[in-house]
């Protein structure tokens, strides 16, 4: 399986920017599409954000639209989700992970995703 790492979580004020990466440990990633996943406390783990292998299509929750952009470098084995606008809402810890099939294929459910991360904590103070 493939080892990923996210960081760039942090405290930040409402209106605020962030941006998280994610971290590959091999570019055989580069091979599959990559999602974006929040879980705050008490509630079940929520898809943010999703993009194709190549980074051709992407795919956001209605809530994050506008504000959340997510992103690959696939020469340096990462993926991105530069947050904009920050909301209270917006409070969880975020994970990213891999798809394995095609990503416009139930891109929504977790248990379509492997090799998550730890996650890294996005706090927004209001």
């Known amino acids: 399986q493939v080892q990923l790492v996210e960081s760039g979580g942090g405290l930040v004020q409402a209106g605020g920017s962030l941006r998280l990466s994610c971290v590959a440990s091999?570019?055989?990633?580069?091979?599959?599409?990559m999602g974006w996943f929040r879980q705050a406390p008490g509630k079940e783990r929520e898809f943010v954000a999703a993009?194709?292998?190549?980074?051709?299509?992407?795919y956001y929750t209605d809530s994050v639209k506008g504000r959340f952009t997510i992103s690959r470098e696939n020469a340096k084995n990462a993926v991105y989700l530069q947050m904009n606008s920050l909301k209270a809402e917006d409070t969880a810890v975020y994970y990213c992970?891999?798809?394995?099939?095609?990503?416009?294929?139930?891109?929504?459910?977790?248990?379509?995703?492997?090799?998550w991360g730890q996650g890294t904590q996005v706090t927004v103070s209001s």
């Open positions: 992970a891999l798809k394995k099939n095609q990503i416009g294929l139930g891109y929504r459910a977790p248990t379509e995703y492997f090799s």
């Open positions: 091999e570019r055989t990633f580069r091979a599959y599409g």
């Open positions: 993009i194709s292998w190549s980074g051709d299509s992407t």
